[in-house]
């Protein structure tokens, strides 16, 4: 199975943001970020500053909620989709 774009950028932030060595292996068969990573509230925050970063988006405006990020398949959809604004719209 050919990993997407989007899919290589959440690992890269995975990896860089939340100081992990995940192989791509591991994030192929991973559904949820706590498969991969420890997860408390911190970790959460760190993880979506470093997408809004990644993906030029402003999650600001929509608190996408706790669950979002951690269903990784959920978030890798949203993000195709462009269902967050960008960090250059207006509010």
Do not use: Y
């Amino acid at each position: 199975m050919q990993t997407s774009s989007t899919r290589r950028r959440l690992r890269h932030v995975i990896n860089t943001a939340l100081r992990a060595n995940v192989s791509e292996e591991a994030f192929a068969s991973a559904r949820r970020l706590d498969e991969l990573v420890s997860v408390d509230s911190l970790t959460i925050l760190e993880f979506a500053m470093a997408i809004e970063t990644e993906f030029g988006i402003d999650l600001t405006s929509t608190n996408p909620g706790r669950e979002l990020f951690m269903d990784l398949n959920r978030l890798e959809v949203r993000l195709q989709n462009g269902s967050f604004p960008t960090s250059s719209s207006d509010r």
